[in-house]
C-alpha cells in the first residue's frame, strides 16, 4: 500500500483480482479498482502524486497509471516478477525488485524508464531498505 501526499486516500494492490483500488481515509469507502494485470504488488507514487506505479509480480514490467484519469499510461519492461519499490538518495531513480529474474531494475521516476539493472544477485530478491547513512542497500530473498 501507499498514501497519497496529502494523506486523504490509500491504494493498495488486489493480488487475486489483479486490481488496484483507491480507499478515501476519511469515509473508509473505495473509490474506485481498476483492472492492471496479473498479480500486482508493490506501488509507488511519483513525485507530485502524478502516476501511480505497481511492480506486477506475474508479468515483466511495472505498469504507470495515470490514477486521477484511472487509465495505464504505459509499462516499463524490468524482468520477470516485477514486485517492490525503494527510493535511491538522488530522488530521481527508484529501485524495483525483480522477485522471478533475481535482477533489482533501477527506473527513473521522472522520465518513467528503466535506465539500468543490478545483476548476480541471490534467487528472489524482495523488500529493501537503504542504511541510515544511504551507502547499502540490504535486500531480502
Known amino acids: ?9 490509500v491504494f493498495i494492490t488486489l493480488q487475486v483480482s489483479g486490481e488496484v483500488a483507491a480507499i478515501d ?6 473509490l474506485w479498482k481498476k ?23 506475474g508479468a515483466d514490467y511495472v505498469a504507470v497509471v495515470d490514477w486521477r484519469a484511472r487509465k495505464i499510461e504505459k509499462t516499463i519492461h524490468t524482468d520477470k516478477g516485477a514486485h517492490n519499490f525503494r527510493s535511491l538518495i538522488d530522488g530521481q531513480h527508484i529501485l524495483v525488485s525483480n522477485r522471478v529474474g ?3 531494475g533501477i527506473l527513473d521516476q521522472n522520465n518513467l524508464n528503466n535506465v539500468g ?3 548476480g544477485l541471490l534467487p528472489g530478491p524482495d523488500d529493501m531498505e537503504l542504511t ?3 551507502r547499502y542497500l540490504w535486500v531480502t530473498f
Open 1 to 9: 500500500m501507499i498514501f497519497s501526499a496529502d494523506s486523504k486516500i
Open 25 to 30: 481515509l476519511a469515509s473508509h469507502t473505495v
Open 35 to 57: 483492472p492492471v494485470g496479473r498479480s500486482p504488488a508493490g506501488l509507488w507514487l511519483t513525485p507530485g502524486d502524478k502516476y501511480l506505479l505497481i511492480g506486477m509480480t
Open 102 to 104: 533475481s535482477t533489482i
Open 117 to 119: 539493472t543490478i545483476t
Open 132 to 134: 541510515p547513512d544511504k
